[in-house]
Nanobody, 127 residues
């Protein structure tokens, strides 16, 4: 069984930074891809950034150059460093993991591909 426990997030002014963490418990070593997603009320969950076990990464266009995804395999922890935050980054952020997702097109950024999810953490950016 895989459990993902998130921490971090909170409120910050535009231009500020936050870091999210996602600690994995259980069979996390078998997860090929882990990622971050976000959702605002009334909208579909969207992919933000994902990382594969070989270190390959993929980012949504809206966060490229501002967000950085990384992982510490020794600690089974996933991170999302968010810099130059904008009010439109305000959302509930979720980490996710899956043992296999084909690295084709934008599939890794699709939330439908993931089977394991964290509990979510709110990020609020004020202007």
């Amino acid at each position: 069984q895989v459990q993902l426990v998130q921490s971090g997030g909170g409120s910050v002014q535009a231009g500020g930074s936050l870091r999210l963490s996602c600690a994995g418990f259980g069979l996390t070593y078998s997860m090929d891809i882990m990622g971050w997603f976000r959702q605002v009320p009334g909208k579909e969950r969207e992919g933000v950034a994902v990382i594969r076990s070989d270190g390959r990464t993929m980012y949504a266009d809206s966060v490229k150059g501002r967000f950085t995804i990384s992982q510490d395999n020794a600690k089974s922890t996933l991170y999302l460093q968010m810099n130059s935050l904008k009010p439109e980054d305000t959302a509930m952020y979720y980490c996710a993991a899956d043992p296999f997702i084909a690295w084709i097109g934008l599939s890794p950024l699709s939330p439908r591909e993931y089977n394991y999810w964290g509990q979510g953490t709110q990020v609020t950016v004020s202007s």
